[in-house]
């Protein structure tokens, strides 16, 4: 026994400076864009029944209320304006859109490392929502959100190595104007992370002065359209099976400037969805293979991620269900139907009923986050730090959920089976004349940190240890993390003399730096 302890010791020793010492990007355990697609809650046949009845709905029923000019865009590419004045599609029509759109694309950073490839099954989570909310957990309350919040979400988003892209999760309720709010929205995201950026925009007419802002940032329209590290979520359809004219509009512009598009089918099951997940989802793709018609018919092979993005009703009272097991069924079933189509995916996982970053946060994130990745989709947006269903955002919650992403992208990046992972020559030298444990064995160190994934303020000491430490609560300790982020330099900062030319041409409402 006593014999034993040095080397056990020995062992923790190199172990926790192996732990200790950053990984290079190439050698973690987890990365942005880890290939899922081995969970299919569908299966081929179940597939290709919804793919025939999306194409049923949108030949026999068609979507209304498109405005004139994607009236003309349509019908010149192929579909029918019926009497009734809904659109709709032949089959044909939709067959050859599918055939002629980007199939795989880049979301840039403004940092290159942070480029995104959204091809095949690749995953990535990120943020998302127009949460109203931020959710304080100092004083265990809501309050309304402001442009500093979102900001700070943005700044703290920039160091959470499993949190691959920013799409805004909070309005800015302190900013009144929608052209201010969407010009602001942008401002605020873009200087506080290098990672790609999602927003929307409220109304067309604001399209032209907001790409003004996007090009300041870049350093030119030519530098932007290069490498767009901006793109567009756009609410196309209201469902069931309408197009939302303001917002067709907004598409149209961002798609002739340049904009990456998120074509967003948001429908809620049981009330604007079929109540079965087979129609939701297959209503959201009909939606969304009539928004990728839209957009090639515009441009041919514009980048356009096909966003069915259906939610969940408890039926009992007809509120959101975010984190139900029903949701993380319909978003991989979702996922299933873009890698179907070849086309990139994004839809939404991980985002919480829950009010607080609580257990039933934990289980609700958790199962929805994994279902996704496992599934293959590319984009999993509101994987971290929303709550109440979507109305409350946590930037603790935010914190913990990269831990969380962490572990759910170890399940999506699966099991490896080498001769090397197989160990039997680690079982050899171990159990023929070894310590008969593998505590310091030279594959456990070369392996524990490529293999595993450790939480950065989850809690793994004994009960003792925990004692000790002076019992450290997860949401103290995101906090602190929070705290610690927030002074850090911000590598996103723009330069003074580009930051005060956007403040002289634009009405800024975050303070200078």
Not at 41 to 63: F, K, M, S, W
Not at 216 to 234: D, K
Not at 465 to 478: F, G, Q, T, V, Y
């Amino acid at each position: 026994m006593n014999e034993s302890r040095p080397r056990r010791s020995g062992g923790r020793s190199a172990r926790r400076v192996l732990r200790a010492a950053p990984l290079p990007r190439d050698s973690r355990p987890v990365w942005p864009g880890i290939e899922g697609g081995t969970y299919q809650p569908l299966t081929d046949a179940d597939v290709e029944r919804i793919h025939r009845g999306a194409l049923d709905a949108l030949e026999q029923i068609g979507l209304a209320d498109a405005p004139e000019s994607g009236i003309r865009l349509m019908t010149d590419a192929g579909a029918v304006l019926g009497d009734d004045g809904r659109l709709r599609f032949p089959r044909s029509l939709v067959e050859d859109t599918i055939a002629k759109s980007k199939k795989a694309f880049t979301l840039h950073g403004r940092d290159p490392k942070h480029d995104l490839d959204l091809s095949g099954c690749r995953v990535h989570f990120g943020t998302a929502g127009a949460a109203v909310h931020l959710v304080d957990v100092e004083r265990n309350e809501y309050r309304e959100s402001r442009v500093q919040d979102l900001h700070d979400a943005a700044r703290v988003a920039e160091h959470l190595d499993n949190v691959h892209f920013f799409q805004r999760p909070m309005v800015c309720r302190d900013i009144v104007d929608n052209f201010e709010l969407d010009l602001n929205t942008i401002y605020a995201c873009c200087t506080g992370t290098l990672k790609h950026v999602g927003t929307s925009i409220s109304e067309a007419e604001f399209v032209p002065r907001i790409f003004d802002l996007i090009y300041e940032i870049a350093g030119s329209e030519t530098a932007y359209r290069g490498r767009p590290f901006v793109s567009g979520s756009n609410c196309f359809v209201v469902p069931p099976m309408k197009f939302a004219t303001e917002s067709c509009l907004v598409l149209e512009a961002c798609v002739r400037g340049g904009m990456p598009i998120l074509l967003l089918s948001a429908g809620q099951a049981g009330a604007t969805a079929p109540a079965p997940i087979a129609g939701a989802i297959l209503q959201a793709t009909a939606e969304c293979l009539a928004g990728l018609v839209y957009v090639n018919a515009i441009t041919p092979g514009f980048p356009a991620i096909f966003g069915t993005w259906p939610f969940v009703s408890d039926l009992r009272t007809g509120a959101m269900s975010g984190g139900s097991g029903e949701q993380a069924l319909l978003t991989a079933g979702c996922a299933q139907m873009h890698r179907f189509y070849g086309v990139p995916g994004g839809s939404a996982a991980g985002f919480a009923d829950a009010k607080m970053p609580d257990m039933q946060a934990g289980y609700e994130q958790a199962h929805s986050s994994v279902m996704a990745g496992l599934s293959g989709l590319n984009l999993v947006y509101e994987a971290a730090g929303m709550h109440a269903s979507l109305l409350g955002f946590c930037i603790e919650s935010l914190i913990i959920g990269d831990d969380l992403l962490g572990q759910s992208l170890r399940c999506v990046r699966g099991i490896e089976v080498t001769e090397d992972s197989l160990s039997i020559e680690a079982m050899r030298d171990v159990c023929l004349g070894g310590p008969g444990h593998y505590l310091g064995h030279p594959q456990t160190l070369q392996r524990m940190q490529t293999e595993f994934v450790y939480p950065a303020i989850g809690d793994r000491t004994s009960p003792k240890e925990w004692a000790e430490n002076d019992r450290p609560n997860l949401i103290e300790s995101a906090s602190r993390r929070k705290n610690e982020l927030l002074v850090r330099p911000n590598p996103a900062r723009l330069d003074p003399e580009t930051d005060t030319r956007i403040r002289q041409n634009f009405r800024i409402h975050l303070p200078p730096a």
